[in-house]
């Protein structure tokens, strides 16, 4: 089965940026998505890479590397309010879609 | 407003008695699946379905059943529920290459 790797515990400073990394097998790939899920609440969408690349939107960027099998979330300008988990989920081919553990980021004052 | 939704948000039962979960969405997907999340163990798919009368095994798929007779709709059942099922489940859809929406979770404990 697939074996999708991210830190289980980060902790960052208010106003620091922090980096989530995530890592795959690339048999079958065929796109990455990031969600974020607040203790309790459903996971809510936060980026999707098929391409190469980082993809930027307001303070939240994920990259992607295909042939590494890599990606990961870059969150700038953190706010109090990013304390949360992060879930990497690749996608792969015939739609099924994997999630991993998830990293839960703490955000101190 | 699109969305997905799913009854009860809370439920306490006991061991061996049948219940159902009900998942609505309005956004006319055609996938919908079923996760369960528990401490450590993250998001694991119970169920998921391509489209109307087309339903697969996920990871965790013993001690449920699932049907999908309308397309927006996906109910999950427990026949004979027992305490190894007490976690907090969420429904899902999205189109074939897009995001997926998650409802808001069912908490279920079974004593």
């Known amino acids: 089965g697939q074996n999708i790797d991210q830190p289980t515990e980060m902790t960052a400073t208010e106003g620091a940026i922090v980096q989530i990394n995530c890592t795959y097998q690339t048999s079958g790939f065929n796109g990455l998505f990031w969600y974020q899920q607040h203790a309790g609440e459903a996971p809510t969408f936060l980026s999707y890479?098929?391409?190469?690349g980082l993809e930027e939107k307001g303070r939240f960027s994920s990259f992607l590397s295909r042939s590494k099998g890599y990606s990961y979330l870059l969150l700038k300008e953190l706010q109090m309010k990013d304390s949360a988990s992060y879930l990497c989920a690749p996608r792969f081919l015939g739609g099924k879609l994997i999630f991993g553990q998830g990293t839960e980021l703490s955000v101190k004052p | 407003e699109a969305q997905v939704t799913q009854n009860p948000r809370y439920l306490i039962t006991v061991t061996g008695k049948k219940l159902t979960v009900t998942c609505s969405q309005n956004?006319?997907?055609?996938?919908m699946s079923w996760y369960r999340q528990d401490p450590g163990l993250g998001l694991r798919q119970i169920y998921y379905s391509m489209n109307v009368e087309v339903t697969d095994k996920g990871d965790v798929p013993e001690g449920y059943k699932v049907s999908r007779k309308e397309k927006r709709n996906f109910p999950l059942i427990l026949e004979s529920p027992s305490p190894n099922q007490t976690s907090l489940y969420f429904c899902?859809?999205?189109?074939?290459?897009?995001?997926?929406?998650f409802g808001p979770g069912t908490r279920l404990t079974v004593t």
């Open positions: 956004m006319n997907h055609e996938y």
């Open positions: 890479n098929v391409l190469d």
């Open positions: 899902a859809s999205r189109r074939e290459r897009g995001e997926q929406y």
